[in-house]
């Protein structure tokens, strides 16, 4: 049984492996020591690796729970399936396609000494042993990384650039995300604030963006941390994580005035506009919009705004202002464009 569709419940039937086979089926719903037939007549179906599953509505839902004495006795729905295998088709398998090898070739690349040409000394304040060495190439930093690459301009091949303030293994995780490779989520839970300042650090966007979801999602706001959430959220424009401080804020109102002094707080030029944002969205429908009005981008989840320039080709990372500009400036462009084909068409009619 997997679940409602159109009110009524929806159970499957799939075969899980082996060749592909014919069957006869018939769904019963048992009931009161009665069977009731669920199919008008035999089903027969084949089941193959392309179409593994045939589905079967039940009854509506409600009507189920309308005569529970009649459906549910004893609380369970009991179902019996009567089944006979009439072929076994000699379907060929679909043909084997390899993925494309190049993203797994480019990840082999990651700190490979022999064909690097930059060089990376990353010291750890906390710790006095000699810097680990981690070896990099300098056309994938310009591709994937181009603050990073940036940071390497004048240091002639192989010469040591210097690495502070960031962990060993911070610093190798980020390089290998910046070669393709992932990162557990155990570590990204465990460091995500390390992460989303190095992926700040260094420009690495879709990073600090997806260590920046997981430190929101493992997050639960209080009134003990929310001051710290807000500004930690601000300086390192982290815009999801600022959309949930700030939800808690209008959710809680009344115990953050009676709990919480602002008064020695650090200021922030944003949190006005933040707060009432907050609220427009509380009593907005636009937070999933997916159109292209400028006036509803100012009510979208960070989320819808994120998917949307995702789309676009445009880059997801910043302030909630930073995104709503960047679509507000593509809009204006297609607007343009569509306007002046317009005009060239009706300059051809002419």
Not at 123 to 152: M, W
Request: net charge neutral; aromatic share 8%; glycine share 6%.
């Amino acid at each position: 049984m997997t679940g409602l569709e159109d009110g009524r419940v929806i159970i499957t039937l799939t075969r899980i492996d082996g060749p592909s086979i014919e069957m006869n089926y018939k769904w019963y719903e048992i009931s009161s020591g009665r069977g009731h037939n669920l199919n008008r007549h035999v089903k027969t179906a084949t089941f193959c690796s392309d179409q593994p599953t045939k589905y079967c509505q039940l009854r509506f839902r409600q009507a189920i729970l309308d005569s529970p004495e009649k459906h549910i006795p004893g609380g369970t729905l009991t179902l019996s399936l009567y089944m006979k295998q009439t072929g076994v088709q000699n379907m060929p398998s679909p043909p084997f396609v390899p993925s494309n090898p190049m993203s797994q070739a480019i990840l082999k690349m990651f700190a490979d000494e022999k064909s690097a040409d930059i060089l990376f000394e990353v010291s750890d304040s906390e710790n006095e042993n000699a810097p680990t060495r981690v070896y990099a190439h300098r056309l994938i930093l310009q591709a994937c990384a181009s603050t990073l690459a940036d940071f390497c301009e004048g240091y002639a091949d192989l010469t040591p650039v210097p690495i502070c303030g960031i962990k060993p293994e911070i610093f190798k995780a980020l390089l290998r995300h910046v070669y393709g490779g992932g990162i557990s989520s155990k570590l990204l839970k465990e460091r995500s604030k390390d992460f989303i300042c190095a992926a700040d650090l260094y420009g690495i966007s879709n990073l600090k963006v997806e260590a920046e979801a997981a430190y929101a999602k493992s997050t639960t706001i209080t009134i003990e941390n929310v001051v710290t959430n807000f500004y930690f959220a601000d300086t390192k424009k982290c815009a999801l994580l600022k959309e949930k401080v700030m939800e808690f804020l209008v959710e809680n109102g009344q115990e953050v005035l009676n709990k919480l002094s602002f008064k020695d707080a650090p200021e922030s030029a944003t949190m006005f506009q933040d707060f009432m944002t907050a609220v427009a969205m509380g009593k907005s429908d636009d937070k999933d919009y997916d159109g292209d009005d400028p006036i509803k981008f100012k009510t979208m989840s960070v989320n819808a705004l994120r998917r949307k320039l995702s789309d676009k080709g445009l880059d997801i990372d910043g302030t909630r202002e930073m995104m709503i500009a960047a679509l507000e400036g593509s809009y204006a462009k297609t607007r343009k464009k569509r306007k002046r084909d317009e005009n060239d068409t009706v300059s051809d009619l002419i």
